[in-house]
């Protein structure tokens, strides 16, 4: 299991019953922008990291149906996914979003040491029937200020194999838009179920 540093977070209760889970989130939705501090990375991140990723795979899924995987390339950026430009406005404790894996296809996704070792722990102990939640971690950044990133892990899905997966999952245009767009590539030959990276989620801590 990987570590939750306990100084930090705020545990949730493990069963919120469903009324009192609504009015939170109502309540939430309320007065974020006055509670929200970076002592809420937990509940933060969830959301921001949970609508990402239905994002993603919702956007994925359509472009892949309307336009083909070889169109669809394109939407796998996190940039090209009209939330994330709004979570910046919504959520101003927010300092940014990323995606990073141990194999990445965007050499600009590369992992940094913090990055590294959260991935590297999943990887060690990865079970995809019971992946972990999320990890939170504090770090001191280049600029000395300190940060808190949120880690929630990224499964690989059936979907995702038309450009991730081996052999002839990938469609030979699809191979050669990839190999065009991204020759360093190093993401693919996954399987369902394997991990293939994490949304991170990174906050002001001062
Ligand atoms: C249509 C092709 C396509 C599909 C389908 C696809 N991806 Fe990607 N994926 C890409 C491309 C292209 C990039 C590089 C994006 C960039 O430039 O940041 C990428 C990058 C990523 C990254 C960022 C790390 C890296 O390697 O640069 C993650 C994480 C990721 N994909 C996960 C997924 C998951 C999970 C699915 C399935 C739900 C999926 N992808 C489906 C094409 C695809």
Redesign the pocket.
């Known amino acids: 299991m990987p570590n939750f540093p306990s100084t930090t977070i705020r545990r949730l209760s493990p069963a919120t019953p469903l009324a009192a889970a609504s009015v939170r989130t109502l309540l939430l939705a309320v007065l974020l922008p006055a509670v929200a501090s970076a002592a809420d990375p937990e509940e933060i991140g969830n959301q921001v990291a949970g609508r990402l990723f239905t994002s ?2 919702t956007t ?1 899924q359509e472009k ?1 149906a309307s336009v083909g ?1 070889e169109a ?2 394109a ?4 940039e090209a996914l009209p939330l994330t430009a709004q979570v910046g406005q919504e959520f101003p404790q927010v300092k940014s979003v990323h ?3 141990l ?4 050499p ?2 590369q992992p940094d040491a913090t990055d590294r070792s959260v991935l590297e722990a999943w990887l060690a102990t990865w079970n995809p029937a019971e992946p972990p939640k999320l990890v939170i971690k504090e770090l001191t950044t280049d600029h000395g200020t300190k940060a808190i990133r949120y880690y929630r892990p ?1 499964p ?2 059936a ?2 194999l ?3 997966g081996s052999g002839n999952e990938i469609a030979p245009n ?1 191979r050669a838009a ?1 190999a065009r ?2 020759p360093q590539d190093q ?1 693919v030959d996954f399987q369902e179920g394997d991990l ?2 994490a949304i991170v989620v990174t906050f002001d801590a001062e």
Do not use: K, S
């Open positions: 993603l795979m994925l892949i995987p669809a390339i939407y796998c950026r996190l995606r990073t894996a194999r990445v296809r965007n600009n996704n990224v690989v899905m979907t995702c038309v450009c991730h699809v990839i767009d991204y993401a293939r990276g």
